[in-house]
């Protein structure tokens, strides 16, 4: 099922989920892919046009724009994809997945404590009782080059073991959108990986929530970027590639996010946002306040 987007009087959107099963799979030669529970991952990048429902519902404070429609929603540093995650929580009603405030001008993050409810020791930045989040490393790796029987993992992830085929946009197996001028559709990014996700390699470089040392103990430590994007090379689409970036640098029009969810609360069939006002991101900064 596509990712629907609706403008109308009452905006929503739907985000359509992977379910990446086969937990507690080893880790690849790379050390990356290995995670302990079955999680979902989204299976398109966030376009502009979510971007655009989710501030007419309410999100604020975060801001994108480098392309318009179903293009992705770039301009966009970790600390806002954060924002936008916490906005998705809070308006259906969870606990917001980072300690983020808003300072006037920029975000800022704090580590959780073990005061705080949901306060995970293996992972200070991720609140455990929060259903969305920015996916880790290992979630990320694991969607993209893992294959769908937890029998190992794929050189790409258009699950296989040859280099994609470069394509200004499309969903043809085995492609990929690299080497192009710009971006295509987050609906249009090439082949699947094996477990059925799409442009996790090339159109945009996508955050990880991970710190580059994938510690998570320092709230405005360099985190990890993967991907590559549309204008990059065949190198940055293979496992190895990563590098690390401050939180708060947006990297212009190649740089973007998308979502996954770990919490394990039974949804319904349409994942609509109806009706939000600007009670999400005040209910972020309350909760902020009452735990400092």
Known sequence: MEVVVQKSS?????IDFTTIGNAGNAADTTGYGSVGYTYRIGTYGISQNQMNAATALGLVNVTAGAWSGDLPAAYTNWYEAAAFV????????????YNLSWNGSAWNMDLWSVSDGGYDLN???RNSMAKYVLPSENEFYKAAYGKND??????????????????????????AVYGQSSPASVYQTGGLSSYGTMGQLGNEEQWMESTFDGLNDSANGNRSIRSGYWGTGLGSLEPSYRYPS???????????????????????????????GMSGLMLV????????
């Open 285 to 292: 900064q309350r909760r902020k306040k009452m735990g400092s």
């Open 150 to 175: 937890g029998s190992g993992y794929y050189a790409y992830s258009t699950g296989s073991d040859s280099a994609p085929t470069a394509v200004a946009s499309g969903t043809a197996a085995g492609t």
């Open 123 to 125: 992972n200070l930045f």
């Open 86 to 97: 916490n906005w998705l929580n809070v308006s259906k009603g969870f606990q917001p997945a």
């Open 10 to 14: 009452s905006p929503q959107f739907d």
């Open 246 to 276: 401050s939180p708060d640098d947006d990297h212009g029009s190649g740089l973007s996010f998308r979502v996954a969810s770990v919490e394990a609360i039974p949804e319904p069939s349409i994942y609509a946002l109806v009706g939000i």
